[in-house]
C-alpha cells in the first residue's frame, strides 16, 4: 500500500565541504515542509565541516557520523541511506547546493502520486545554476546539457544518465535496490534511475527545485582551463561513434551489472534495448546520439556562459 502521509528523510555526503554546506543546510531546515530527519555522513573531513554538522545537530537534532576511513561519494550515500528509516520517503543532498523552499513539498506530492507501495520509484526536477556567490548563471540546467530534447525514456538513458541525483526523491521500495548498488559503480543516480526507468517509475517536474552550484571543485562542469581537455574528450566521443569502436565505454560496466542483476525483472520491450546496447549497437538511437553530441558541443563552445 502506498504511504498515506509520507514522512522524508533527507540524506546527504559531505567532505571538505564548509565553504558552502551551512548556506544548504539553512535551505533544508526552512523548506515549507521540513524533514522529519536529515542524515549526514561525512568523509573525513580536515575542513570546518564537523563543527558546522555538530552545530546544526544541537539546533536541529541532524545526525551525522562521521567515517573512520575514506569510502568515497558512492559508498558514503548508501552508508547515509542505510541509516535512514525504511519506510520514509528519501531525498538525497549534495553539501554544496541550495534548496528553493517547495522542494521537498513538491517532490513528495509528485512521488506520492505515482507511489504505489510496491514499485520503485522516483521523483526528479530541473535545476538553476549558480556561481560562487549564488547569481544565477543558468535558469536551467536542462537547457545548457539539452536534456530537454529528446524523450526521458529507458532507451535513451542507455546512452548518458540524465537525472542529477540532488533533485532525487525515492520511495522505499528503491531504498533497497540504492543499498544493493555494486561497489565500482562510479554514479549512484545514474544506478537508481536505471531501475527507475528500467522497471519502475518516475516522474519529473520541470520547474528547477535546486540553486545547483558551479564552482572550482564541482566535477559536473569544465573548469575554463580544463577547455582543451574537454574538447578532446568531445572529439573522442564522435569518433567512437563514427568507428562504432568501443562505443560509449563509460556506460558498459554500468549496463552490464544492471543487466546481470535485473534482465528478469525488465518489461520485454526495455530487456531488447539492453541486448542492443549492450552488444555495441548504436544504429537504433541515432537520433538520441546526435542531439547529445549537439549538446555537448554546445557545452564545449560555451564553457564561460
Known sequence: MPISNPLVTVVMATYNGAAFLESQLVSIYKQSCPPATVIVCDDGSVDNTHLILKRYAQKYGLQYHINNSRLGVVENFKKAVK????????????????????????????????????????????????DANEKIVSPSFWQIWEYDRYPHCFQTLLFGNFITGCTVMFNPAMHSHFLQMPGNVEMHDAWIALIAFGFGKTIFIKSPLVLYRKHENNAAFISDNKKEKGLRKLIGFVEKIIKGDAFLDDRMLITEQFSRRYQQQLPVQNLQMLQQFLNRNPIFSENYIMKKYSALNKVVNSINY
Open 83 to 130: 541509516l535512514a528509516d525504511h519506510s520514509h520517503f528519501i531525498a538525497l543532498a549534495d553539501q554544496d547546493d541550495i534548496w528553493l523552499p517547495e522542494k521537498l513539498e513538491k517532490l513528495t506530492a509528485a512521488l506520492q502520486s505515482i507511489d504505489d507501495g510496491q514499485t520503485p520509484a522516483l521523483a526528479y526536477s530541473d535545476l538553476s545554476i549558480i
